[in-house]
């Protein structure tokens, strides 16, 4: 099935957060899942109901995936079975996403974000500070 070596010398990550993964060797499934509220407040003012995913149509959606139906057709020649990497640096990873050394099958990733901006009627204005 996978016939490549993935050889990587030194690697340094600084923060991973928010469903991330690091996956060092090979796999068969890459499967990467996030939702998130992003709520931006004039006044901290709270309701009690923030928070309920399934309030928000973005989060009942299906995902629609496009259809492919297009042929492709290559041919590979690997001088080598390794893929060498002497260091990779990454400063962050976020939000279902995946830093995969190594060969995979399949990767899916998915991510929903519902930005709210709440704003204070024309007049009733607070001082921030």
Known sequence: ???RTSSVDTFKNIILSFSSVI???DSCILNGFSRALAVQREAEIFFGNEGNFPSYSIFR??????PINESISFIRHN?????????INITAVSNSSIVHIGNTKHASMEVRIKHIRQLLPRGHEQEIG
């Not at 959606?61 to 496009?66: F, W």
Request: proline share 14%; no cysteine; glycine share 4%.
């Open 1 to 3: 099935m996978l016939t």
């Open 61 to 66: 959606m299906p995902l629609q995936l496009p």
């Open 23 to 25: 996956q060092l060797g």
């Open 79 to 87: 001088r080598t079975p390794i893929i060498k990497a002497n260091n």
